[in-house]
């Protein structure tokens, strides 16, 4: 990461927005909607003849692996990082679940991750991992990297993250005691 030269002024926004997408988790989704597909098929137009029981449990089981898989990957196919100047929150897919709010207060410090992947994290989505710490990983690309003060670290991949990680940054400099304004 390249950093400023502390003469430079450079006016950093009230509100930073970044966002990251993954192109194969539609790919995923769209694997979803054919199991749906498929138990829908089975339900309407079925020509078993070996008793209900079975075709029961072939539609249920059709739709709910769809219902899983569709929603369980629409969910991380976009992550959004929106930082003001008290908190970041990071929210997840269309309708920004799961989501976490992390005020600046707890954070320590903010370092750029030139290189982020689904392998180094166990795969896409809301991640945990004990000598790592928690992710959210939507694609393969460069990230932020926070440390919180409670000693734990929580990863973002999101386009521009060396933008995100100056403001940051700045933020916890002008938040820090005796800091002037």
């Known amino acids: 990461m390249r950093d400023h030269p502390h003469g430079e002024s450079d006016k950093h ?15 995923l989704a769209l694997g979803g909607a054919a199991f749906m597909a498929l138990g829908i098929e089975l339900a309407v ?33 976009h992550v959004d990082l929106k930082l003001d100047k008290e908190s970041l929150e990071v929210r997840c897919g269309h309708i920004g679940v799961p989501r976490r709010r992390i005020p600046l207060s707890h954070v320590a410090g903010a370092e750029f991750a030139p290189l982020v992947t689904p392998r180094h994290w166990g795969g896409w989505g809301y991640r945990w991992r004990p000598e790592k710490g928690t992710a959210v990983v939507v694609r393969r690309g460069e990230g932020v990297v926070l440390q919180l003060w409670d000693g734990h670290t929580f990863t973002i991949t999101v386009d521009n993250a060396e933008a995100a990680v100056r403001v940051i940054r700045a933020r916890l400099r002008s938040a820090a005691p005796g800091a002037t304004h």
């Open 45 to 77: 137009d079925s020509a078993w003849t070996s008793g209900t029981a079975p075709l029961v449990m072939s539609v249920v089981g059709c739709i709910a692996a769809g219902l899983l898989v569709l929603f369980g990957t629409l969910a991380f196919v």
């Open 13 to 27: 926004p009230d509100v930073w927005t970044g966002r990251a997408t993954s192109r194969v988790q539609w790919l």
